[in-house]
């Protein structure tokens, strides 16, 4: 089985809401749902959230909510993976096995169906463990950073 996992916390501080705040004319979330459903790659698309307002909006939009996650994945310090690793965990308890699983970002509203499939197909061509994605920057990294790299 293959999986696609949106991890979408509820509580960003700089972005009150931040997973379901409207992006031309959707909630952000939608965007990442609906890629990872037109793709075709996934038997399951769940999402992994501590809130209601992001699980309500995220079953509209076709995705899964079989959990919610824990209070102690939840806070602004969490990473990602221990998230990932949580979902598949809960998949494995309940008799779910994954052989694929794919971590796609609600706040990704550019991805495609097609980027996921050319990613897929690389993982299976190439018989690696896995691929994310990049982009060239038109200019030096300094120059996109909003974050002093020194203090004086």
Known sequence: ?????IPARGGSKRIPNKNI?????RPIIAYSIEAAKVS?????????????????????YGA???????K????????TVPVLLHAL???????????FACCLYATAPFVQPEHLKKG??????KRIFAVFSLTKLIFPI????????FQL
């Open 21 to 25: 705040k409207p992006f031309a004319g």
């Open 120 to 125: 897929f197909r690389l993982i299976m061509r």
């Open 142 to 149: 300094f120059q996109h950073s909003t974050i002093p790299l």
């Open 40 to 60: 075709g790659l996934f038997d399951k698309i769940f999402v992994s959230t501590d809130s209601e307002k992001i699980a309500i909006i995220a079953k509209e």
């Open 89 to 99: 965990e809960w998949m494995e308890v309940q008799g779910i096995s994954a052989k």
């Open 1 to 5: 089985m293959n999986v696609g996992i």
């Open 64 to 70: 899964e909510i079989p959990f919610m996650r824990p």
């Open 72 to 79: 102690e994945l939840s806070d602004d310090f969490t990473p």
